[in-house]
Structures are given as structure tokens and as C-alpha cells.
């Protein structure tokens, strides 16, 4: 066992002893219980091929050159994400330590800050947006298996509804995938690692060929400014949603970590896979992107448009590249936008709904959110719902960090984190300071996030002409980050009963 020495529990027979004590709550289930020895088993590669599995899509490849088309160079851009994705990974970390240590997922985590039952406020807040996300990313990868399809087939595009039978296709298979559970989800993880890594790579040599070498294509970069910004108007939006774009991972990272041999396999694992493939995959994006205006005397942001019109002429190249695509985007879906809200509406009814129920209710609100309605009518607003929310999220957790890492010291009582009447019920379930934390940071945003949702053609940008008030939005996840830990530290500190809830009497 000295390999799992960092672990809250090491030794099965306690292990046991807690899950028999805690089966008959109502708290309970065995996708929610703490994970034990037996089943840790990813290792750096595997918390390392996770994060090459998010950070590899198109997403990732357009926030490069969306950055430089703003007004940024090359390095500016890639400096600007390469910090942003260092500042992401500090939250990460501090809440994958309690995933690791005590083996539980974050709707449990989350029960020791907000209460057992406050828990649920959190969890479906991080839930919601994962079911919206996971059927556009579906919406998404159907349309490239549409596209595929069509070129393979003339007579494709003739099908009645052939675009929403591709969606459906695409959706069924991710469904087959949730059926196998999250040692399911690590399996096509792992297994798509390599490819995207050599399909970015194989495009990233074409870039410099076709390009006529390194120097002519990042020379050539410099036409991709439109407008002569200055660098620090465009550096803070900008870093505001490089760091938004994996907040509402740093939530529910212990879905995750909590299957880590150790807390050494997590941090290495992270520390290697995010920064490292976020930076490595933008700068794919910015290269070839600049090499397309050399060959093709144009700007063509998007990887799918491109690998299209590179591949039209061979059919088998262009099945690859589609079906490389599509695997990009189901490893991102997979772990981004199921795992975390499987588990989150686990924890609603625990009796009833395991992770594997969880994952369905997932893909169906996925569906019945109409992504295609979503993109076609409210694209404009989509990164200032991502902002509104990574706000949101933010506030919730910077309550769990400080909870965990000065309220508590990293200490947590883990059968009373199944206990509905334990240390972790406050009163009635909820605690106050942790909901108070969050209204007040988040009621800061709220009228900049009004102002943004109801201005025309903003396109996610900063609105014009805004009140004090109002420009606060523009922080975001930075202000109610901030504001929900000092609050929330200052309410810990009255009387000290935050971090010592009262216990149950140890007869029941």
C-alpha cells in the first residue's frame, strides 16, 4: 500500500467499514461512494491523456487565431494563452488534492462547504451548462459525420433529414460510450491521445511545407491584424476567457482524481496536459493558419473547412481526417460535459439514479436543448452566457477552495459526508455563509450581465459606454472569484463554526 501512502483511506478493511455505515443514507450510492486502492488506477498518462482528449478540438484550435484576428501577433497570442491556462490550473489543483485524498466525487466534495443538501446547488449549476454544451459539441460532431457522409456518398444530401440522422448517429454512439462508465470514458481517452496528437501534428507539417518554412509562415502572420489594438485593450478579455474556457472543470476535477494512484500521478498528469496541449494545439492553430493565407491567399480559421478542402480530392484521406475529427470532439464531450453532470445528478437521488442513469438524463436534455436553435439564434450571445456562467462558477469555487485549504486544512470526516444529519447538515442541510458568499459576489455581475445579453451584435465583446456598475462584468470569474473567498473567509472566522459544524451524537 506505500503507493497509495497520500491517501486519506489506504487500507480496504476501514474503506469497507465506512461504505457499510454509510449504505443506508439516503446520501449513498456506489457511483458516489469514496473510491479505494483497487480502483486507482490512472496513472500520469492516463490524467495526462485526459486533458490531450479535452484540449484537442476545434474550440482550442479557433481561440488562437480568433486572439490574433482581433488584433494580437503570434506570441502575444500564444503568451496570453499559455498564462491563462497556468492561472486555470492553480484551482484545478487545489480541488483535485481532495478527489485524490478521499476518493469522492465533487457533488460529494462539495457537501463539506455547502451542506449536504446545498450540495445539489452547486452540483446542477456545473450540471446544466455540460448538458447545454454536450448537445452543441453533438450538434457539432454530427455535422462533420454529415459532411462526411455527403463526400463519401453524393446521394447523402438527397436523404430526408440526413442532418439531424448524422446528429442522431453521433449521439447514439457517445450513449454507448456512457453506458460503459467512467473506466469507459478513461479507455477512449487514452486511445484517442495519440491520434489527435498526430492529426495535429500532420497539420502542423503541412503548414510549414506548403508554407515555404517556419520563417515565411509566422512572417506571413503578421497580415492576420485587422486593426492596430492595442495589446493590454485585448490581453485582459482575452486572458478572461482563456481561463474561463476550463473554469467549470476546476469545479468537478475530483470526478477525475479521485481514481489517481497518487497525488503525484494528478498533479504531474495536469500539469503536463493542460498548459502543455492547450499552448501546443493554439499554436498548431495560429501556424497553420498563417500558412493558409500563403497558399490559399486567405485566412481559413476553421480546421474542418480546411481539411476539407486539402482532402476533397482523396476520399480515404478525407475519411481520416473526419473520423480524427470526430473523435476530437467525443473525447472532449465525453470528459468535459458527462462525466461531471452523471455524477451531479447522481447526487440529486442517489437511490435512484447512478452514473450511468445520470449520463442519459444527460444526452436527453442535451437533445431537448435544441443546439441547432441554440447556435442559429443566439450565437452572438453564447460566450456572454459562457461568461455569465463562468462567473457563477467561480463564486462556487472559490468557496470550495477556501473551505477546504484554510477553513478546514484539508481535513474532512468522510463518513459524515454521507451522514444527511452528520457534521456537514448545517442548518437544514444548507450552509448560509457559502450561499451568502456566492449571492454577493455573483449580485455584482448581475446588471453587466443584463447589459451584455440585451445589446445587439456585441459578439461577446465588451459592451459600449457602460456604467461603473455594469463594467464589473467585464472581470467576471475574476471579481466573484475573489469576492465569494473573502467573504466567505470573513463569515468562517465569526465564531469559528464553519469549520466545525455540529456533529450528530455518536449513537446514531
Known amino acids: 500500500m506505500e503507493e497509495f501512502r497520500d491517501l486519506a483511506v489506504n487500507n480496504q478493511a476501514e474503506l469497507d467499514r465506512i461504505k457499510a455505515g454509510a449504505m443506508a443514507s439516503s446520501l449513498y450510492n456506489e457511483d458516489l461512494a469514496p473510491t479505494g486502492p483497487e480502483q486507482r488506477t490512472w496513472t500520469t498518462y492516463n490524467i495526462a491523456a485526459l486533458w490531450i482528449g479535452m484540449s484537442v478540438v476545434i474550440t482550442t484550435y479557433l481561440l488562437a487565431s480568433s486572439i490574433m484576428a482581433a488584433g494580437m501577433n ?26 485524490t485524498r478521499y476518493g469522492v466525487p465533487f457533488p460529494v466534495f462539495v457537501r463539506a462547504s455547502f451542506g449536504v443538501r446545498g450540495a445539489n446547488l ?50 447514439t454512439i457517445q450513449l454507448v460510450i456512457i453506458l460503459t462508465g467512467v473506466e469507459g470514458v478513461k479507455w477512449f481517452e487514452s486511445f484517442s491521445a495519440p491520434l489527435l496528437i498526430g492529426g495535429g501534428v500532420a497539420l502542423l507539417i503541412w503548414g510549414f511545407v506548403a508554407g515555404g518554412g517556419i520563417g515565411n509562415v509566422f512572417a506571413t502572420s503578421a497580415n492576420l491584424q485587422q486593426d492596430n489594438i492595442p495589446f493590454w485593450t485585448l490581453f485582459w478579455p482575452s486572458l478572461a476567457a482563456n481561463v474561463g474556457y476550463w473554469i467549470t472543470l476546476s469545479l468537478n476535477i475530483p470526478d477525475f482524481t479521485r481514481y489517481a494512484k497518487t497525488q503525484r500521478s494528478q498533479v ?33 480559421w476553421d480546421p474542418v473547412a480546411l481539411v476539407t478542402r486539402l482532402t476533397g480530392d482523396i476520399p480515404a484521406l478525407l475519411i481520416l481526417a473526419m473520423f480524427i475529427i470526430a473523435i476530437a470532439q467525443i473525447s472532449t464531450n465525453m470528459a468535459a460535459n458527462v462525466v461531471s453532470p452523471s455524477f451531479d445528478f447522481s447526487n440529486l437521488a442517489p437511490k435512484y439514479i447512478s452514473f450511468r442513469t445520470g449520463g442519459i438524463i ?49 481535513q474532512l470526516d468522510l463518513a459524515e459526508l454521507y451522514k444527511m444529519n452528520g457534521s456537514y447538515s448545517y442548518a437544514s442541510g444548507w450552509n448560509w455563509r457559502a450561499i451568502a458568499a456566492v449571492l454577493v459576489s455573483v449580485i455584482l455581475v448581475i446588471p453587466g450581465f443584463i447589459k451584455a445579453a440585451t ?25 466573484t472569484f475573489t469576492v465569494s473567498a473573502l467573504v466567505y473567509l470573513g463569515l468562517s472566522m465569526i465564531g469559528g463554526s464553519a469549520a466545525e459544524p455540529a456533529r450528530e451524537p455518536e449513537a446514531t
Open 74 to 99: 503570434w506570441w502575444q497570442a500564444l503568451l496570453t494563452i499559455s498564462l491563462g491556462n497556468v492561472l486555470v490550473l492553480i484551482p484545478m489543483l487545489l480541488n483535485a488534492h481532495a478527489g
Open 122 to 171: 452547486a452540483a446542477i449549476a456545473r450540471a446544466l451548462v455540460a448538458c447545454g454544451w454536450f448537445g452543441i459539441q453533438t450538434w457539432l460532431g454530427g455535422a462533420a459525420l454529415d459532411a462526411l457522409l455527403t463526400a463519401a456518398w453524393g446521394g447523402w444530401a438527397n436523404v430526408t433529414g440526413h442532418t439531424f440522422i448524422a446528429f442522431l448517429v453521433f449521439w
Open 268 to 300: 504531474i498528469g495536469q500539469a503536463l496536459g493542460l498548459p502543455l496541449t492547450m499552448t501546443a494545439f493554439s499554436f498548431i492553430g495560429i501556424a497553420v493558419t498563417a500558412a493558409t493565407i500563403v497558399v490559399f491567399d486567405e485566412a481559413i
Open 362 to 410: 444527460t444526452a436527453v436534455i442535451g437533445v431537448l436543448s435544441f443546439p441547432w436553435l441554440i447556435l442559429e439564434t443566439a450565437g452572438a450571445y453564447i460566450f456572454t452566457w459562457l461568461v455569465g456562467y463562468g462567473s457563477l462558477l467561480g463564486a462556487i469555487g472559490a468557496v470550495m477552495i477556501v473551505d477546504y485549504w484554510i477553513v478546514r486544512r484539508r
Open 455 to 479: 445589446t445587439a451584435g456585441l459578439n461577446g465583446g465588451p459592451f459600449p459606454n457602460p456604467t461603473f456598475i455594469e463594467s464589473l462584468y467585464n472581470y467576471g470569474l475574476f471579481l
